[in-house]
């Protein structure tokens, strides 16, 4: 449990409804795997753990989108001089152009994942720590 978290999100039912989650203050392991199993059962939607207090350097935001099987991960972060940054996957060859459409949007194919259990280690690591390594999140 995380004490300076909220997680919160939606999903999107088979009728195109959205629908929101319950928002968790202090987010546990078994409330990420709640969220991420209702969006997975209904194919389409987003999870976003961040700080309560927005921190003026480091990540202070994960969110995770989800489209029919598909994950990409977005960390959000401040550098030293306050501009943002977003770190996702890296998996596969980056001379690769192909891209992959998540809730309407295109994403290039090596920053998404099909491996719920890597979704949730990167989570985990997130609640724990803080922050993800760059060993699991470019």
Known sequence: MNKEMILGGYYVGVDGIRTQLPIFFHPSAS????????????????????????????????????????????????DEDGENNVRTLNCG??????????LGEKYPVQAITRDISHVYLILKEFIQTRNVSTALLG
Do not use: C
């Open 31 to 78: 409330n990420i795997k709640e969220s991420i199993m209702k969006i997975v059962e209904a194919s389409q939607g987003v999870v976003t753990i961040r700080y309560q207090q927005i921190p003026e350097t480091g990540p202070y935001e994960l969110d995770v989108y989800v489209d029919s099987g598909n994950f990409i991960l977005m960390l959000n972060e401040f």
């Open 93 to 102: 060859n980056t001379a690769e152009s192909k891209f992959v459409f998540i």
